[in-house]
C-alpha cells in the first residue's frame, strides 16, 4: 500500500521549499513583491504544484533506468505504481495551473502553461538529448 511518506519521497517534497523563494525573488526583482498581496500565496502554491508534477513525471519516465540503478525509488521498489505516479504528475500538472490561472489570471497562465508543456517535454523526450 502506497504511504503519503511514500508519495512525498516521490515528488521530494522537502525540495520544493525553496520555490516560494524563486517566486519571491522574482516579484521582488520585479518591483511587483508589495503588490502581490494574496496571490502570492496562491502563485507560490502553484509552482510548487508544477515543481512537483516535474518530480513525478520524471521518475515515471525514468522508472526503467531507475529499477537497474537506484531500485529503492518509489517506483522500482514497488511502494508507489507507475500509474500512480503519473496520475499525480497529472493531478498536480492541472492543480499548478489552476492555482496559477485563480491567484494570477492570464497572465500567470501565460507563463504557466509553456512552463508545464517544457517541464513534461524535457521529463518525457528532450532529457539526454542537446536540448535537454
Given at each position: 500500500?502506497?504511504?503519503?511518506?511514500?508519495?512525498?519521497?516521490?515528488?521530494?517534497?522537502?525540495?520544493?521549499?525553496?520555490?516560494?523563494?524563486?517566486?519571491?525573488?522574482?516579484?521582488?526583482?520585479?518591483?511587483?513583491?508589495?503588490?502581490?498581496?494574496?496571490?502570492?500565496?496562491?502563485?507560490?502554491?502553484?509552482?510548487?504544484?508544477?515543481?512537483?508534477?516535474?518530480?513525478?513525471?520524471?521518475?515515471?519516465?525514468?522508472?526503467?533506468?531507475?529499477?537497474?540503478?537506484?531500485?529503492?525509488?518509489?517506483?522500482?521498489?514497488?511502494?508507489?505504481?507507475?500509474?500512480?505516479?503519473?496520475?499525480?504528475?497529472?493531478?498536480?500538472?492541472?492543480?499548478?495551473?489552476?492555482l496559477a490561472g485563480l491567484a494570477g489570471g492570464w497572465r500567470a497562465l501565460g507563463v504557466a502553461v509553456p512552463l508545464a508543456g517544457a517541464v513534461w517535454?524535457?521529463?518525457?523526450?528532450?532529457?539526454?538529448?542537446?536540448?535537454?
Open positions: 500500500m502506497t504511504t503519503l511518506s511514500d508519495l512525498a519521497e516521490l515528488v521530494r517534497a522537502p525540495a520544493a521549499l525553496s520555490v516560494p523563494g524563486d517566486v519571491l525573488a522574482g516579484a521582488a526583482v520585479a518591483g511587483t513583491l508589495g503588490a502581490l498581496g494574496a496571490r502570492a500565496c496562491g502563485l507560490c502554491a502553484a509552482s510548487v504544484c508544477l515543481y512537483w508534477a516535474g518530480m513525478a513525471a520524471n521518475d515515471w519516465a525514468d522508472r526503467e533506468l531507475d529499477a537497474r540503478e537506484r531500485p529503492g525509488r518509489p517506483i522500482p521498489s514497488g511502494r508507489v505504481p507507475a500509474s500512480t505516479a503519473l496520475g499525480m504528475a497529472a493531478g498536480l500538472t492541472a492543480g499548478g495551473l489552476a517535454s524535457y521529463d518525457l523526450w528532450l532529457k539526454g538529448t542537446a536540448a535537454g
